[in-house]
């Protein structure tokens, strides 16, 4: 059970210590580097990136992988050889001589037997096998490129995360430029229609100027090319050349609305409505027209 125990601690330790270095530098570009890279500080971010590259290389090939010390037949530790007494001389150490006449056997660069149909006649030197190249990368490098990876990575999530922020950013600012477009809007059309209702109109009426308040004015009714304006405490209507089209863009847009093709009310002096009639203060009826019904109904709910 100790012994388990035993294993398990040391292959945590040794996990810790393979990934902490990772740990630390992703922590070490994110919150340090990154930020450098995103503002476009490269002349920063490039040989602080490669400072700690080359810190983190010199780890993986001197710190991050000791020299495994020499082990025995049966894997115990053999140590170094015991000293000779003084004024001693050493046996020395044992070797296997080949014969003279002996043909050293062929080999490969993996030290494997060659086939029989490749192995040299009697007499002759082995023929040696060439060098392909293909030898296994080193962990060392390995590791280095898991390095490089791991902050290219990290940029490209910071990158992505960046991008949602921003577009959720523009689509705020987007809404919040519509709501303040709306919102002037409606001041400048307030403003138009309280200059409109406090100025006087003027009209050409039997070679003299009559001007005449909007605010006086109960509705308007249209004869082809001329208007009747019809106001409060006047006896006969005024007779005007304009057409309906332009009399309704001199008046405020919040009081008056056109009911009829042939009509304009001033919504402020309705006494009474119907789905199909109006009755102003002076007890005259207008006609709602048809296509104006949805419109006018409208407008009187919300005044």
Known sequence: METAQTGLVNYLTQFAIQILPYLFLLLLHHFLLAPLFFRRKLIFYIPVTLVLLVGFGFYCFNVGNPIAPPQGPQGMFQGPPPMAQEGSVPPPMPMSVPPANATPPPFDTLNRPAPAEMRPA??????????????????????????????????????YVK???????????????????????????????????????????????VRVKPDNILYIEGMGEYLKLFQH??????????????????LPDDRFARVHKSYIVNLSRITASSRTQITLENGAVVPIGESYRVAVSNRLKAN
């Not at 200059?195 to 039997?206: G, I, N, P, Q, Y």
């Not at 006896?235 to 089209?245: G, H």
């Open 233 to 250: 405490g006047a006896a006969t209507p005024l007779v005007v050349l304009m057409s309906m089209k332009r009399i309704l863009e001199q």
């Open 122 to 159: 009697e007499g002759m030197p082995p023929q040696i096998m060439p060098d392909r190249g293909h030898r296994p990368m080193r962990p060392e490098t390995m590791k280095l490129l898991m390095a490089l990876l791991l902050i290219g990575v990290d940029l490209g999530a910071m990158a």
């Open 163 to 209: 991008n949602i922020r921003t577009e959720k950013q523009i689509r705020a600012l987007k809404a919040e430029n519509q709501k303040n477009q709306a919102t002037i809007e409606e001041l400048n059309r307030s403003a138009a229609n309280a200059r409109k209702a406090e100025s006087e109109l003027v009209f050409k009426t039997d070679y003299k100027q």
